[in-house]
């Protein structure tokens, strides 16, 4: 599994694999924290109707999620892995006719 994905990634080293694969997680954790921050700033709280929190959630995660996961790709010396892995995940987001 760990040469498929070294394979698909065009990566050569467990050491950028390993650094990746922590970047991947760092940037959920942290994505989680600018959630909670967010939607306290809002006033959404744990009472609030779901029909309002799912569409805030996915609005508020999706580009905070970018956003981290290119900020901690250059952070970690991974920048061009996480901009061409953002290329295309968002070219899967295009309509087509």
């Known amino acids: 599994m760990i040469n498929r994905l070294k394979i698909k990634w065009n990566i050569?080293?467990?050491?950028?694999?390993?650094?990746?694969?922590?970047?991947?997680?760092?940037?959920?954790?942290?994505?989680?924290?600018?959630?909670?921050?967010?939607?306290?700033?809002?006033?959404?709280?744990?009472?609030?109707?779901?029909?309002?929190?799912?569409?805030?959630?996915l609005l508020i995660i999706f580009p905070a999620y970018q956003m981290l996961f290119l900020f901690f790709g250059a952070l970690f010396g991974q920048f061009r892995f996480a901009w061409e892995f953002e290329k295309k995940m968002l070219s899967r987001f295009r309509f087509r006719k």
Do not use: C, H
């Open 12 to 57: 050569t080293s467990n050491w950028q694999l390993l650094v990746i694969l922590f970047i991947f997680s760092i940037t959920g954790s942290t994505t989680l924290y600018v959630r909670k921050f967010i939607f306290e700033w809002i006033g959404i709280s744990a009472d609030t109707s779901l029909w309002l929190k799912v569409p805030l959630y």
